[in-house]
């Protein structure tokens, strides 16, 4: 079996920077270190966190005041942000840029009067925090049948979660063009999702079978799957290599790895080694 793994599987440089930020503030603070929900969508960099003494909250009255606390990679809404400073609590701001772009973009545009389309999954930690940013009309949709029940006063301005599907938010920004042709439209998918998503495309035309690794409350994870599926290959989806099964992929001379953008290194190689029993992969 011929293993070959994408360029672009693994930590994009938002949760890079997140692991990284939340890494020195453990190593450099002698007081307890919280992060606002898990850091990223991966149990086993979690756990990798939690051996560093940094815990997880689930609200900011979780977390004692004179502690300190790591925004995730998600953000989140400015109440948040309040309460904590309210609470003397020190803030950490983990945020990932691209995320904290299109917070501003929401927040500025709202406050000139304009109504928000936000395109996203409603329950991911991102489009929660974006809705805060809104300071006035919005709606949240995930799929162009939602267009038709879009009820906003205009002006309106489009824009996506940061790790939507790129294509989805295409066909969804033609469709709202149709009923509201001045919509202004924000290109907000970052492009590390746009490349991940692209190869994976790629990939999947070349080859027998595609193995995506990562945590299954992942969004984009779940999205590579969903592309590499649609594609009609075989897909088999792992968050470890332990629960690979080699039978899922027999007869397939060549196989594509890729892994979600919260996906830590050490997870994609242990699931090539489990593929080539020790060997190497393209």
């Not at 890494?23 to 560093?52: C, D, M």
């Not at 389309?117 to 809104?134: F, K, N, P, S, T």
């Not at 495309?201 to 999205?223: K, P, Q, W």
């Amino acid at each position: 079996m011929n293993v070959e793994v994408a360029r672009t599987a693994g930590f994009c440089m938002g949760v890079t920077r997140a692991m990284e930020l939340a890494l020195k503030t453990a190593r450099g603070k002698g007081r307890p270190i919280f992060t606002l929900g898990p850091l990223i969508h991966n149990n086993q960099a979690v756990s990798s966190l939690e051996s560093e003494g940094i815990q997880s909250a689930e609200s900011p009255e979780e977390i004692p005041s004179g502690a300190t606390v790591i925004i995730r990679a998600h953000g989140v809404r400015p109440e948040i942000r309040k309460v904590l400073d309210e609470r003397r609590i020190e803030v950490i701001d983990a945020t990932c840029p691209h995320v904290v772009a299109s917070q501003r973009r929401i927040a500025e545009r709202s406050s000139a009067g304009f109504s928000v389309i936000i395109v996203g999954d409603r329950d991911h930690a991102e489009i929660r925090g974006l809705v805060g940013h809104a300071r006035g009309a919005y709606a949240v949709i995930s799929s162009v049948d939602e267009v038709e029940s879009i009820r906003l006063p205009q002006p309106m301005c489009i824009i996506a979660q940061t790790t939507f599907s790129e294509k989805t938010y295409l066909d969804i920004v033609r469709a709202v063009r149709r009923r509201f042709p001045e919509v202004e439209v924000f290109e907000s998918i970052c492009s590390s999702t746009e490349d991940r998503q692209r190869e994976v495309r790629e990939m999947a035309e070349r080859l027998d079978a595609i193995v995506v690794v990562g945590a299954r409350h992942s969004a984009n994870t779940l999205r590579l799957a969903e592309i590499a599926r649609a594609s009609g290959k075989r897909t088999v989806h792992v968050e470890t290599g332990g629960e690979l099964d080699l039978s899922q992929l027999s007869g397939s001379d060549t196989v594509g790895v890729t892994a979600g953008a919260s996906t830590p290194s050490w997870v994609i190689s242990e699931v090539v080694e489990a593929l080539t029993g020790g060997g190497s992969a393209k």
